[in-house]
């Protein structure tokens, strides 16, 4: 069903999380690497609804300016006082007024998924509710508001201000909720604040409604699990698990070869070609890619990076922000970060970090290397040890190695420095000056041997001189 202009959704992310304990908004605390904020606004827009808001307070403009990253054609809308969800919803009542139907949720409820929205939504607009509310039924009601059934019609008890006998219903609201605009509107302003916490509480528009004649109907939700909200740690870490499994479960399949499940980790927004390889202990993050046939060696984390197909990262291998081509092979223990390339078929190998660099095709960087504001061409060779000394304290300064390269073995590159198509330089060189094309650069003292050396006195025997003589 396409839902139209007609249909907005407002996300309540103003509320500080104060049961988290944590100096970080609630909105913007992690799960699988992602701000909770994340999750809302991606079921709203796998649903197709254009029009949506957030409502902003504890620490306003950091969560805008993560809400624009992760959402921004959503309209941030200020709740200034923080007095409850009723309160939310009037405050930005400027938003909402044009609208015919508004879905509201919480910021706090990652599992839900866009299907059981829609069947909300869709059971709204057929029964013609003036509310319809999403209830479930969790092995453990604390802390929920109740759905009560009563002969005025539908209500919600906050625990807080239940009584026992309320206390024992297991239906509980999930905080989510459609109303029709011009009901909701009529009654909202009539809300009261006598309640254990004296906030206005959204919830108490369902008896009003009920006052008001309107049908306020209750949807029951398929699966507990999906509206489970995340109020306190243990409850993050609850929701966290189930959704690793989720989003892995998804992968597998279709036919992600995942060796160890209990120990891999996947943020929502990863994906994968066809028939690729997580050793046990990887993690993937972000808008992380890998490509079809490729194999993620163990301990490897990926966050924001792309590997080609039929690549091979041999753990543990860390790429950030980088973009490595097809057929590549990394590791172990390589570090790849800053917007760094690779093209295809570059062999990258032990112990080496590269930083916001490039790396044509084919080319090598086996051993022990650091490669920093590099650009390195086609089919060269960095040899043990080289290190690109791109740093003289104040700036970060470029190094150019061309084509068909070789650098000898613990090299130094002063950076600014160039080293033309062709040209190699010799082991254990300070390269400070540029190496035209074809040519070898050598930046080191000749060497010289000191013959019968051995069998000299030494310092402290009978006619003995220094070890090592300075000349
Ligand atoms: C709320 C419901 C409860 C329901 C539960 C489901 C109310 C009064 N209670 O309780 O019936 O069972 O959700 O998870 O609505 N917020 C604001 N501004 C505020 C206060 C809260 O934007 O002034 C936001 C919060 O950031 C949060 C959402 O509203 O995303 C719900 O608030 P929260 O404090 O988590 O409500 P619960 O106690 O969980
Ligand atoms: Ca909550």
Redesign the pocket.
């Known amino acids: 069903m396409d839902f139209g202009d007609a249909v907005g959704a407002l996300v309540?992310?103003?509320?500080k999380g104060t049961r988290l304990k944590s100096e970080t908004p609630?909105a913007l605390v992690p799960l699988l690497e992602e701000p909770l904020l994340f999750y809302p606004q991606a079921s709203l827009q796998v649903l197709g609804l254009a029009r949506r808001a957030v409502?902003v307070?504890h620490q306003a403009d950091r969560v805008r300016q993560v809400l624009a990253c992760v959402d921004p054609e959503a309209v941030p809308m200020e709740?200034v006082e923080?007095?409850?969800?009723g309160?939310?919803v009037q405050s930005c009542r400027s938003w909402w007024k044009e609208l015919e139907h508004l879905l509201i949720l919480?910021?706090?409820?990652p599992l839900l998924r866009p299907e059981t929205l829609r069947l909300l939504l869709e059971e709204h607009l057929r029964e013609d509710n003036g509310c319809t509310v999403l209830s479930f039924t969790p092995p453990d009601p604390k802390g929920?508001?109740r759905i009560l059934r009563g002969a005025r019609g539908v209500s919600?008890v906050?625990e807080r201000d239940a009584t026992a006998e309320q206390k024992a219903v297991g239906e509980?609201?999930?905080?989510i909720y459609v109303f029709r605009v011009a009901a909701l509107d009529a009654v909202l302003p009539r809300l009261g604040r006598e309640n254990a916490q004296g906030?206005y509480?959204?919830?108490d528009v369902l008896s009003l409604l009920a006052q008001e004649g309107e049908k306020v109907g209750v949807r029951q939700a398929d699966d507990d699990v999906e509206v489970f909200?995340i109020?306190d740690p243990f409850q993050l870490a609850e929701a966290t698990d189930h959704l690793r499994r989720r989003i892995l479960f998804r992968w597998m399949g279709q036919g992600l070869k995942c060796v160890d499940p209990s120990s891999t980790w996947i943020g929502p927004r990863a994906r994968f070609g066809a028939d690729v390889w997580l050793e046990p202990h990887v993690q993937i993050w972000g808008a992380s890619e890998v490509g079809a046939g490729s194999r993620v060696g163990s301990f490897s984390v990926l966050v924001d990076s792309t590997l080609g197909h039929g690549s091979v990262l041999l753990g543990p291998v860390r790429l950030q922000h980088s973009c490595l081509g097809a057929e590549v092979q990394v590791g172990p223990f390589a570090y790849l970060r800053d917007e760094t390339v690779l093209a295809d078929r570059v062999h990258v190998g032990r112990f080496v970090e590269i930083k916001r660099s490039s790396v044509g095709e084919g080319s090598k960087v086996p051993h022990l290397t650091y490669l920093g504001d590099a650009t390195v061409g086609r089919g060269s060779n960095i040899g043990a040890g080289t290190i690109t000394c791109n740093y003289d304290g104040v700036r970060k300064n470029p190094t150019v190695v061309g084509d068909g390269c070789f650098i000898g073995s613990d090299t130094m590159l002063v950076a600014p420095v160039e080293v033309g198509d062709g040209a190699a330089t010799a082991a254990g060189s300070v390269i400070t000056r540029d190496v035209p094309p074809g040519a070898l650069g050598v930046g080191r003292t000749r060497q010289r041997n000191v013959e019968g050396w051995r069998d000299r006195p030494r310092r402290g025997e009978k006619g003995g001189q220094e070890t090592c003589p300075q000349d």
């Open positions: 309540l992310a103003a509320g609630k409502v307070g709740q923080l007095l409850g969800t309160h939310a919480p910021v706090d409820t929920y508001g919600i906050e509980c609201n999930s905080g906030e509480y959204l919830t909200g109020n």
